[in-house]
């Protein structure tokens, strides 16, 4: 069965870029229609979409994360990584990453990483 | 932007029915899918498509979607269906996921 490891540091300076890597194991990223996920949660609050990849590289962003946000995918290594500039205490949450799968029209998150947690303090 | 409005939270007696519901403007023309997140895990995709069930998720677990109102209902409530529980569209005009405001269920 397919899954997926979110890694990278735990903890990361204000002003710095945050960088995750998603490790998806048992199938190939590359095969099939799937896009990739991120997703984050800080603390205590809701689920915050981040923004996905699609295998041919094609991005969909969150239009509040957009300027800050790029998400790419190396087929090679099966993974896709996220990197976030300009990090803020606010960037603090626990980082999901995920497949995006669907039965018809509209794709849904069928598979979902354990979850990193990344802290913003100097 | 697109907005998903859930009630903060809902309390059910076990084996009664929970109805878990998701405010948007003319949602019922999107397709909603929820996710149950249990304390300290990663969320669970249980319905899709408004009302699809994914393999092994119970029978209990319903969704309708119509007008400006999409439902999760839980049917036959146990205790390992206290969780949050979040609905999720995909916004078409700005071409992003939206999740909603989150509901956190209690089994009294």
């Known amino acids: 069965q397919v899954q997926l490891q979110e890694s990278g540091p735990g903890l990361v300076k204000p002003s710095q870029t945050l960088s995750l890597t998603c490790t998806v194991s048992?199938?190939?990223?590359?095969?099939?229609?799937?896009?990739w996920s991120w997703i984050r949660q800080p603390a205590g609050k809701g689920l915050e979409w981040i923004g996905r990849i699609y295998t041919s590289g094609s991005t969909n962003y969150n239009p509040s994360l957009k300027s800050r946000v790029t998400i790419s995918v190396d087929t090679s290594k099966n993974q896709f990584s996220l990197k976030l500039k300009s990090v803020t205490a606010a960037d603090t949450a626990v980082y999901y990453c995920a497949r995006d799968s669907r039965d018809y029209q509209y794709y849904y998150m069928d598979v979902w990483g354990k979850g990193t947690t990344v802290t913003v303090s100097s | 932007s697109y907005v998903l409005t859930q009630p903060p939270s809902v309390s059910v007696a076990p084996g009664q029915t929970a109805r878990i519901t998701c405010g948007g403007n003319?949602?019922?023309?999107?397709?909603v899918h929820w996710y149950q997140q249990r304390p300290g895990q990663a969320p669970v995709l249980v319905v899709n498509d408004d009302s699809d069930r994914p393999s092994g998720i119970p029978e209990r677990f319903s969704g309708s979607n119509s007008d400006n109102t999409a439902t999760l209902t839980i049917s036959r409530v146990e205790a390992e269906d206290e969780a949050d529980y979040y609905c999720?569209?995909?916004?078409?005009?700005?071409?992003?996921?939206?999740f909603g405001t989150g509901t956190k269920v209690t089994v009294l």
């Open positions: 999720q569209v995909w916004d078409s005009y700005s071409d992003h996921y939206v």
């Open positions: 048992g199938a190939s990223i590359s095969r099939g229609s799937f896009y």
């Open positions: 003319n949602i019922g023309s999107k397709s």
